[in-house]
């Protein structure tokens, strides 16, 4: 009896499988739409997506304007650097302070697509570039306040990361 019960559940689940519309990663990706037009994309296009994030951004953080970023040995910092850590990348103007690979020192732009392990970055000159996670460290400028993340802490996928426990990562640099 315990067998017919195991092959009754093995069988749902493959119906459940067959009938979900949803695509798997490799289909997904099979299909292409993991990837960016290199070359048609503007700058210009992607500052409207920089401006919604943003706003995003205040809300998340829940800053108002004149808001100052906690010290280190101020009560609210961890919560706040926890936020900061989870924040959703696509939108945001990014720039490469350090690098094991020196040519990507010094680019900037506007995030335009987060994975598990890179960032597209669509810079001014409208040239979209790859920048790997891990050998990075990248600044940020959320209106006065600039932070530097290590790009090793954002090595998971966009969505897990916003809902994942976070350690302490951040450090605010003046």
């Known amino acids: 009896m315990l067998e017919g019960t195991k092959i009754k559940k093995q069988h749902s689940r493959k119906r459940r499988a067959h009938k ?4 798997s ?9 993991n990837t960016l037009p290199t070359k048609q994309m503007k700058y210009e296009e992607a500052l409207p997506l920089h401006h919604l994030w943003k706003g995003y951004v205040r809300e998340h953080l829940e800053l108002r304007e004149g808001d100052e970023v906690p010290q280190v040995h101020d009560a609210r910092y961890d919560e706040f650097s926890r936020k900061l850590v989870k924040l959703d990348l696509h939108g945001a103007k ?5 690098s094991k690979c020196s040519t990507l020192e ?3 732009g506007i995030c335009v697509m987060d994975t598990k392990n890179v960032l597209k970055l669509l810079g001014k000159d409208h040239r979209l570039r790859t920048i790997p996670k891990s050998e990075c460290v990248f600044g940020m400028k959320v209106g006065n306040m600039e932070f530097t993340i290590f790009g090793q802490h954002l090595n ?3 969505a897990e990361r916003s809902v994942k426990k976070i350690k302490n990562f951040v450090k605010p640099f003046m």
Request: net charge positive; aromatic share 4%; no cysteine.
């Open 20 to 23: 979900s519309s949803t695509l």
């Open 25 to 33: 990663r490799r289909e997904y990706a099979a299909l292409g739409l």
């Open 94 to 98: 990014m720039k490469v302070l350090q």
């Open 106 to 108: 010094n680019l900037a």
């Open 156 to 158: 998971i996928r966009p």
